[in-house]
């Protein structure tokens, strides 16, 4: 039995798992409509137990994806939410292996039928399981990819998707406590080659705390605290807060640098007559106060509770999450200088910034800090305090609840177009999106972003006009906004009774995805569907569908822009020195780009755009700006070694992979510049096929290091001897055009974005809202783009 209720014909494709491309990666699924098993149908679903509900969805699932039966799916879990609903979730397993990011998930609602089934599975499984090499092999490897020593005891034997294929791997992985680093490296366990690389840190008890932080609400207001009968301490059940004290102690890292750190305390103490904490506020800069210890424990209760009122049972790891407020770093540190790291006699320094760092039992910074699961960092600021900031706490607890929920990889994804930080992109917007959701305001850490730029309204704001391809930079808190508003868009608009149904539905979605491998407009269709087949119905579900559609999420974000004659700067502003701010698009490296091993030897980039082609055009120039951005502690760095692809005529750059390939009539350049420390001035000419009208230009990366990239700008050479349109300052550009706009990308009748009369391209947020952009991006380059190379500038 089943029924399909209509779809618009963007989601009707996306639910059918549909693009020209997708035969190049996982095969999907997504139906929504009434499904029985063929036999055994659930009389309900709320009394059926575990077993039986896991067998009728691997018997639907069966029934709906007759091609999913010669794979494997491993032991489910499943959740029940507030209204009924049950989730199973069926990892894929190949061999006894574990195929990370794919599965498949069946939701059934309060009568037993099942109404959305969910598929993203692997195929092209390696024959063979058995490791040439062990994870004792690759550790050293893996280590000096890092900057950090990896434990080979504690890594994992999985298959790993890339662009070059799924392939058998060792999984290493090393929580960040009190840095902001926790690398993850993937290696081949074939062949000893590094398949990928990145970052996982993402950033009776009466009390007096502020409702939100002391600038949306600056009076303090009393809480009762959720701890147990008796308890003193900021020790529950479900959170354990301490606070980072610097007691002049070091400890070693990987068996040879000594490392200045702070001691795990807790010092906020409750009144051992009344139990009531008295903390009160202190000053924005004090480096050790208790009360932002009991501030941030009070709000990670508070978000704790709004989530447990989609799903009562919900917890975001089995013991209590730890939380620190007051994280100082080390001197030295940021220069990675030696001397001063190790010094217990020089003041740890402000950090600027919050932070989450998924688990790991076996963790040794773990153990040496007492720390065992996950656990959320707090910075002391060098003029403000984030545990004040109620809304950076939501935030943070939200990335805590994908972790535990849709688990969004923090690996790119890939498409046709190129690379799309669409997992980490989504991963800051959903935690945008519950932070807001929670306080009722679409500005997220109006006191927080007071640390970096007084002049700031937020860190960012659900209220921007951002919009797909003017606001991506491939940069994940800046590519987040487009998403996230998308939703605030809708919600605005729904009545105080509906707005907790959408917060479930997206919540619902969250642990209906059976993969965290995910675009943009893959989450969009399973929320969609949700929303659907939840109260808020079909009537809901058309306003959200249109709202992405606005936003450029719907029905494929493309990330095209159009080259109209002035130099085109990103959307992401940093550089915050004499030369003043600079808009930039991020490069992801080889081993970040996770295109696998491929013989082509650079990987994709995020943006590419379309430039125009006079008549008689002889040769295409290309010219920017660009730089190395560094990732990693002391390690796992590299350059920027950018190349120019250029596609003559109506067809974008595109890609497939399995292997990772692109098409024939691609040009790849190697520009002349670079060699310099900072911003370096790059150039390259393609000459141009007769008769061509368009060009297409992508800016990619072979290099092992991430780079940011600005003032792109392209000139023509005609026949004649004349210069066509250039952008002003590029090398040979001659005159000003109109400026870029947004590209095919786009929805034509997406918000409108504000222009800085500089750039060629649009982009987004107010002066008063850095929109997209958070406290790291700018920390990570300002230095580096403090300062312009290029004569003339």
């Not at 020790?235 to 990987?254: E, F, H, Q, Y």
């Not at 670079?674 to 141009?688: E, K, R, S, W």
């Not at 222009?755 to 790291?776: F, I, K, Q, R, Y």
Request: proline share 7%; with cysteine; net charge negative.
């Amino acid at each position: 039995m089943r029924f399909f209720s209509s779809f618009s014909a963007s989601l009707m494709v996306l639910a059918l798992g549909g693009t020209a491309f997708a035969a190049s990666g996982p095969r999907t699924l997504l139906e929504v409509g009434s499904f029985s098993p063929a036999q055994k149908p659930l009389a309900s679903v709320k009394g059926a137990e575990p077993g039986a509900l896991d067998a009728s969805a691997r018997s639907i699932l069966a029934e709906r994806a007759p091609w999913s039966q010669g794979l494997s799916l491993g032991p489910s879990r499943e959740a029940t939410l507030r209204d009924g609903r049950r989730i199973v979730k069926m990892p894929q397993m190949h061999q006894g292996v574990p195929v990370l990011h794919r599965g498949a998930t069946v939701s059934f609602d309060g009568a037993g039928v099942a109404r959305i089934v969910a598929a993203r599975l692997a195929e092209d499984l390696p024959a063979d399981v058995v490791p040439a090499l062990s994870a004792e092999d690759v550790v050293e490897k893996a280590s000096r990819s890092a900057g950090l020593d990896m434990n080979a005891k504690t890594a994992k034997l999985v298959i790993w998707p890339s662009g070059g294929g799924n392939v058998l791997a060792w999984h290493f992985y090393a929580p960040g406590l009190t840095i902001p680093y926790a690398p993850v490296v993937v290696v081949d366990a074939q062949t000893g080659d590094i398949v990928a690389r990145y970052n996982a840190a993402v950033s009776v008890h009466q009390a007096s705390v502020f409702p939100t932080n002391p600038v949306k609400s600056p009076d303090v207001q009393p809480v009762t605290l959720g701890l147990p009968d008796g308890e003193t301490k900021l020790s529950g059940p479900l959170v354990v807060a301490r606070n980072c004290i610097d007691m002049k102690t070091t400890k070693t890292l990987m068996g040879f640098i000594t490392v200045h750190t702070c001691e795990l305390l807790q010092t906020s103490v409750a009144d051992p007559g009344s139990l009531d904490f008295t903390d009160a506020p202190a000053e924005d800069t004090a480096p050790e106060d208790p009360f932002a210890e009991l501030h941030m424990y009070a709000h990670t209760e508070i978000a704790y509770k709004f989530f447990r009122t989609f799903r009562a049972d919900f917890k975001v790891q089995e013991g209590p999450i730890d939380a620190v407020a007051n994280l100082r770093l080390p001197q030295g540190l940021a220069t990675f200088d030696l001397q001063k790291m190790a010094d217990p006699n020089l003041p740890l320094e402000p950090f600027q910034n919050a932070f989450f760092s998924p688990a790991d039992p076996a963790n040794p910074f773990g153990q040496l800090f007492g720390i065992t699961g996950g656990a959320m960092m707090f910075g002391q600021g060098p003029i403000k305090d984030y545990a004040y900031d109620g809304d950076v706490v939501y935030h943070e607890f939200t990335h805590a609840v994908v972790n535990a929920t849709i688990q969004l990889v923090g690996t790119p994804h890939r498409d046709a177009f190129g690379i799309v930080m669409s997992p980490g992109g989504m991963n800051e917007g959903l935690s945008d999106y519950f932070s807001s959701a929670i306080t009722g305001d679409p500005d997220v850490g109006e006191y927080a972003i007071l640390d970096a730029d007084p002049s700031s309204k937020a860190i960012r704001s659900l209220a921007a006009a951002d919009a797909c391809p003017t606001s991506i930079a491939g940069q994940v808190h800046q590519d987040a906004t487009l998403f996230s508003a998308g939703l605030w868009d809708v919600r605005t608009a729904l009545s105080e009774e509906q707005r907790p149904e959408l917060d479930l539905a997206v919540f619902a979605a969250m642990e209906a995805a059976p993969s965290g491998d995910l675009h943009y407009h893959d989450m969009a269709a399973l929320i969609l569907a949700e929303v659907k087949t939840s109260p808020l119905g079909d009537a809901v579900a058309t306003q959200l569908e249109a709202a992405f559609t606005a936003r450029g999420v719907l029905p494929h974000c493309q990330r095209i822009l159009e080259f109209t004659g002035d130099t085109m700067q990103g959307p992401l502003k940093a550089g915050l020195g004499s030369g003043g701010a600079l808009g930039v698009w991020f490069a992801p490296s080889v081993p970040a780009a996770n295109v696998g091993q491929n013989s082509l030897g650079w990987v994709p980039g995020v943006i590419q755009v379309r430039v125009p082609i006079p008549e008689n055009t002889e040769s295409l120039t290309v010219d920017f700006d660009g730089a190395s951005i560094s990732t990693g502690l002391g390690g796992g760095g590299g350059a920027f070694a950018p190349r120019v692809l250029v596609r003559f005529g109506e067809d974008p750059v595109q890609f497939t992979y399995g292997p990772f390939k692109a098409t024939d009539d691609l040009v790849v350049l190697t520009p002349d510049g670079g060699g310099q420390q900072g911003l370096n001035a790059y150039n390259t000419t393609a000459t141009v096929p007769a008769g061509v009208k368009t060009a297409y230009v992508m800016i990619a990366n072979s290099g092992e290091g991430d780079g940011a990239f600005t003032n792109l700008t392209f000139t023509t050479m005609q026949s004649s001897g004349n210069g066509g349109a250039g952008g002003m300052g590029g090398m040979g550009g001659m005159g000003p055009g109109a400026g870029g706009t947004g590209g095919t990308g786009a929805n034509p009748a997406g918000p409108d974005v504000n222009t800085d009369a500089g750039c060629g391209c649009a982009v987004p947020g107010t002066s008063s809202v850095p929109a997209g952009a958070s406290l790291a991006a700018f920390a990570a380059i300002a230095g580096l783009l403090a300062r312009r190379r290029r004569a003339g500038r």
